[in-house]
């Protein structure tokens, strides 16, 4: 459906050129719902904007619908773009027109007749529950209802693409979850691809199929969101994650030094991540019954669920005979799990809590 | 004071509301979309043109720079071409729009400045056309401001056509000259600058109460 070509975006400044794109390949497939995720300045907001040519490419070519919006004219993109939906993080709703209004605006500007409009107008008013809200301006309306608002501006001109642009960052996190409901409803309802771009993983797991770090103007990683929460390979993507999944150890091992080789009285420290079925499994019962020398301490563990796949993380300490140690962490590597070994941690001495 | 007193402020009065009501209009004609152009020409905006975007500032900046009392003189040649004589209400209205156009060029672009410009961006995600941003969004979203503004030029206005006086234009200020001062009428002189006091606050009066009832942020 979306398909970015080496995309370069350079900017003049009075220092000198910005490179804020250096070369970006992205393809989005049709219905899907795809992150881009960054910190600010990594580029991901040119980005969004280079699929619509708010920003033209200095470089590259932009393929949305078997169209090449990079190769077409003024008057042509203007068309193109009705077939691309945008809402954005402040909304950019007009103060002076009514709720109404603002989501008739893209069909006026398209000469579309006035019982057309409303025609239009109102199931997208009940699509995005503000049928009470039709005569009001947007200064009456809370966060929520006026992104609500942009949302059904969007889709007044039926696109198939529909751009987010930070939308749910300048929101609280329960309006933001209503929000990301509402896009996740349209994507299923309206077979709409949807391209989201945040700087907050909560988004991205959320709603989102597929996922691409950017950072300093490249993609750094991407793919399937199961695979890069369970398996990131950059460091900005693990960072991205550790914010949501919290991999902390209990202060009784915090700040102890980890050894490669077991020290004496130390604790063989394990990160667990179960993805899917294996998620049910009682692996650590069955470790504990073999190896009943082994004593097995566990620092944290959670549940998650990502596009409804089951997704656990644990971390374990075992202590014990060596051998036994070690025939467990092999036990341990046969099954459907995948582990981690952070390393051998003495139990601080000051840990009278 | 007397009937012919009154005769004589009420047809002043008159004069002064002809020369501002149609100075005004015709200078709000021309001086919108001088403003438009001088906005939306700028750097990063619609039309970006700096070549075009200049040489309209220079000459804006180069009219406001003449005080309208040499203006009125300055432009005589001008008035007579236009108007056929440089004398009369009429033809003090010819400086008075001239001097309107690039004061009110420079507030609308003020206005129009203030509109953010992620709605521009907005409109032009959905395939909006310059024209269309500027008149169903750049207007629309500074139309408060715009009318404050233009509140602000018509009492301008309302001044520099006492001014006209000077050259025979009649209205308010000249009644207040030739009577008031010329011929020691304090009593006129009085009355002048009251009728003028109260034009000048129903103006912005009315202009605030329009700019308010605009305003739906």
């Known amino acids: ?353 | 004071m007397s009937a012919d007193m009154i005769q004589l402020l009420s047809k002043a009065l008159g004069e002064t509301v002809y020369m501002v009501v149609v100075s005004m209009a015709i200078a709000t004609i021309i001086g919108v979309p001088l403003g438009v152009l001088l906005h939306t020409t700028s750097k990063g905006q619609i039309l970006e043109s700096p070549a075009l975007n200049k040489v309209i500032g220079a000459v804006v900046n180069a009219i406001r720079s003449i005080p309208f009392i040499i203006l009125m003189v300055a432009i005589i040649p001008l008035t007579r071409l236009i108007v056929g004589t440089a004398i009369g209400t009429t033809a003090a209205m010819v400086p008075l729009v001239l001097a309107a156009i690039p004061f009110i060029g420079r507030l609308i672009e003020t206005s129009l400045k203030e509109v953010p410009y992620g709605l521009v961006e907005a409109a032009q995600s959905m395939g909006a056309t310059p024209f269309q941003i500027i008149w169903h969004v750049l207007l629309p979203e500074s139309m408060p401001s715009i009318v404050s503004q233009l509140t602000t030029v018509i009492i301008t206005l309302v001044g520099e056509s006492a001014m006209a006086g000077a050259i025979g234009g009649g209205g308010l200020g000249d009644l207040a000259i030739r009577y008031g001062y010329q011929r020691f009428r304090p009593d006129v002189m009085i009355a002048t600058v009251i009728i003028l006091i109260i034009l000048v606050q129903l103006v912005q009066f009315l202009g605030n109460r329009l700019a308010k009832s605009l305003d739906k942020k």
């Open chain 1, 1 to 353: 459906m979306i398909k970015l070509n080496h995309i370069e975006k350079t900017y003049d400044s009075p220092s000198g050129p910005v490179k804020a794109l250096k070369g970006i390949d992205l393809e989005i497939g049709r219905g899907e719902i795809y992150g881009i995720i960054g910190l600010s300045g990594a580029g991901k907001s040119t980005l969004i904007r280079c699929i619509n040519m708010l920003e033209r490419p200095t470089k590259g070519t932009v393929i949305v619908d078997g169209q090449d919006l990079t190769a077409m004219n003024e008057t042509q993109l203007r068309k193109a773009r009705k077939n691309i939906g945008m809402i954005f993080q402040h909304f950019n709703l007009l103060s002076s027109a009514t709720v109404y209004d603002n989501i008739a605006f893209p069909l006026r500007l398209a000469g579309t007749p006035k019982d057309e409009i409303r025609r239009k107008v109102e199931p997208l008013l009940k699509l995005v529950g503000l049928e009470s809200k039709a005569g009001q301006y947007p200064s009456q309306l809370s966060g929520g209802q006026k992104q609500r608002v942009g949302i059904a501006r969007a889709l007044a001109s039926e696109p198939k693409v529909l751009l987010c642009d930070e939308a749910t960052s300048a929101l609280d996190p329960q309006t933001t979850r209503s929000i990301l409901d509402l896009i996740r409803d349209i994507n299923k309802k309206l077979q709409l691809t949807v391209v989201v771009i945040t700087h907050e993983m909560q988004v991205i797991k959320e709603i989102c199929h597929k996922v691409a770090v950017i950072d300093g103007g490249v993609i750094a990683e991407q793919g399937s969101v199961l695979d890069i929460f369970t398996n990131p390979q950059q460091p900005i993507t693990k960072e991205f994650i550790s914010v949501l999944l919290s991999n902390e150890l209990p202060a009784a091992f915090r700040g102890g030094r980890v050894e490669k080789t077991p020290q004496p009285g130390s604790y063989l420290l394990v990160r667990l991540t179960f993805i899917g079925e294996s998620a049910d499994d009682p692996v650590l019962a069955g470790m504990i019954r073999r190896f009943p020398a082994v004593e097995v301490t566990m620092l944290f563990g959670n549940l998650d669920q990502i596009q409804s796949t089951p997704f656990g993380r644990m971390i374990i300490g075992m202590t014990g005979p060596q051998d036994q140690v070690d025939a467990a962490l092999a036990y341990l590597r046969e099954q459907d799990l995948r582990e981690e070994v952070i390393g051998y941690v003495r139990r601080h001495d000051t840990t009278a809590e």
